[in-house]
Structure formats: C-alpha cells, structure tokens
C-alpha cells in the first residue's frame, strides 16, 4: 500500500496567519490527491481534488499544489471557520490511503 | 443534493457480523462509484472498498475475506457486512460517492465492537 505522511499532527495559527500542512507519499501518486476538512461531529468535506483543483463552493483562500510524492495544502488567512481536522487521501493506487491528519486550531 | 446517511447497529459482539445500510437520497446508485471508509479511534482512516454504478465490486485486501458490499438499486441503498468482527473493528464508519475521491459522505455511524 502506499503509505502517505502528513505534517504536522496539530496547528495552531492565529487570524488572518497563512498555513500549510504537507502530505508526501510513499511512492509517485501522480497528483491523484485530495483534501478534506472535517469538522467536529460532521462528515468530510472534500476541499482540493487533483492536487490543486478547488472544489466547487470551497473558499479560494483553500489551494493545493504539489507533484510526484510531496502536497500540500494552504490556507492563505486563518479564518475562526477554518478551525477542525484536515486529511489528505491519494487515489492513484487501490487501496487508497489517507493521512494521518492535522488539527488546525486557531490562536 | 446527494445525501448520504448510514445506518445499523451501534454494539456488535466480538466474532459476529457488522451490518450497515447507507441509503442515498438525490443521486442513483447506478451511476458512478459508493464506498465505505471507516476511521478508527486516534484517527487512523481506511478505505474499506467500493461498488460500482454496475454492481461490480473492489475491496481493500487487508479486508479481502471479511467484507462484502453489496446494493438494491430498487431502494437506492448499498450495503457492507463485515464478518468475525474484532474489537479492532471499533470505529466511525461513512458512506461516501465516488471511486477514489469522495466527493460526498454520510455523517458517519460510530460502531462498537464488544462482549
């Protein structure tokens, strides 16, 4: 299985403050990745497919971008919002496989 | 607006049979691709498998022998079982559309594994 490694684990970055959280894989996943937020109690929501493509109805202060084995994700000014869990998840090789996730707080 | 929502037992005991119906509501399960992905206590997530808009189906191996997915299209619902069920089976478990991306997921049904 690919094995993908996200970082870090837990963020915390005050209002307005741009942040990035990294997901590298184990091997080249061909920008066959998305990310996700998930926030307490509720589903996932998808915020980035194919590495950099923002998802329908997701804030443009949300990117991705990335190549080969490395991602990431960033926000670009921390909005109370924004608050909650994010995970990244490759679908180039079945079984897909998620990260470990980051927990962004804010400060 | 696709909706998903699961549902089914919320205890199992050890060595039995985990059930779970996701009924989908907006969107026909005969189009695109339905899956089932689980995330353990401590976050861990798993792809458990999918099936697809004609019925066929792909499993994660760790779970090759235990799981099985399966739809009625007349209900819009697709279903997993998974078999001799361990306390390592403890976790939240979602529906969600799509193949390897999924776009949209249910709220997620929290199952217990115990005696």
């Known amino acids: 299985d690919i094995q993908m490694t996200q970082s870090p684990a837990s963020l915390s970055a005050s209002l307005g403050e741009t942040i990035s959280i990294e997901c590298r894989a184990s091997e080249d996943i061909y920008s066959n990745l998305a990310w996700y937020q998930q926030k307490s109690g509720k589903s996932p929501q998808l915020l980035i497919y194919?590495?950099?493509r923002l998802q329908d109805g997701v804030p443009s202060r949300f990117s991705g971008s990335g190549s080969g084995t490395q991602y990431s994700l960033k926000i670009s000014g921390m909005q109370p919002e924004d608050e909650g869990d994010y995970f990244c998840?490759?679908?180039?090789?079945?079984?897909?496989?998620f990260g470990g996730g980051t927990k962004l707080e804010l400060k | 607006e696709v909706q998903l929502q699961e549902s089914g037992p919320g205890l199992v005991k050890p060595s039995q049979s985990l059930s779970l119906t996701c009924s989908v509501t907006?969107?026909?399960?005969?189009?695109?691709?339905w899956g089932w992905i689980r995330k353990f206590p401590g976050n861990k997530m798993e792809w458990m498998g999918y099936?697809?808009?004609?019925?066929?189906?792909s499993y994660n191996p760790s779970l090759k022998s235990r799981i099985s997915i399966t739809r009625d299209t007349s209900k819009n619902q697709f279903f997993l079982q998974l078999n001799s069920v361990t306390t390592e089976d403890t976790a939240t478990y979602y529906c969600?559309?799509?193949?390897?991306?999924?776009?949209?997921w249910g709220q997620g049904t929290l199952v217990t594994v115990s005696s």
């Open positions: 907006g969107y026909s399960i005969t189009s695109n691709y």
């Open positions: 998840l490759q679908g180039s090789k079945f079984p897909w496989t």
């Open positions: 969600a559309r799509g193949r390897s991306i999924a776009a949209e």
């Open positions: 194919a590495a950099n």
């Open positions: 099936i697809s808009y004609s019925g066929s189906t």
